[in-house]
């Protein structure tokens, strides 16, 4: 069983950037591949990014390449997503996922699930 704790969410102008962070309760942490979602109010959650479980290999959705990092400390059992040069667009509760591998991440075939953390971007 893993637990997934999601921070770093606020308020923050267009062009702004925050840091998120996932932390992750088990000792299995290192043996999954994570990702972060998003979700928009009224829409459908999406892929963000995914990492592997060594930190390898990253992926991007299109919409975030060039301005969001993902990265992971497997000492430390966390993930994190470095969002730069946000927009409104970007608006949305983010949630910290888990899973066997980066390419059932973006099939949302997810074991676990963060609570999620609201990040809001004002114009």
């Known amino acids: 069983q893993v637990q997934l704790v999601e921070s770093g969410g606020g308020l923050v102008q267009a062009g702004g950037s925050l840091r998120l962070s996932c932390a992750a309760s088990?000792?299995?942490?290192?043996?999954?591949?994570m990702g972060w979602f998003r979700q928009a109010p009224g829409k459908e959650r999406e892929f963000v990014a995914d990492?592997?479980?060594?930190?390898?290999?990253?992926y991007y959705a299109d919409s975030v390449k060039g301005r969001f990092t993902i990265s992971r400390d497997n000492a430390q059992n966390t993930v994190h997503l470095q969002m730069n040069s946000l927009t409104p667009e970007d608006t949305a509760v983010y949630y910290c996922?888990?899973?066997?591998?980066?390419?059932?991440?973006?099939?949302?075939?997810?074991?676990?699930w963060g609570q999620g953390t609201q990040v809001t971007v004002s114009s």
């Open positions: 088990g000792r299995t942490f290192s043996s999954y591949a």
């Open positions: 996922a888990a899973g066997a591998s980066p390419r059932l991440l973006r099939l949302r075939e997810v074991f676990y």
């Open positions: 990492i592997t479980w060594s930190g390898g290999s990253t």
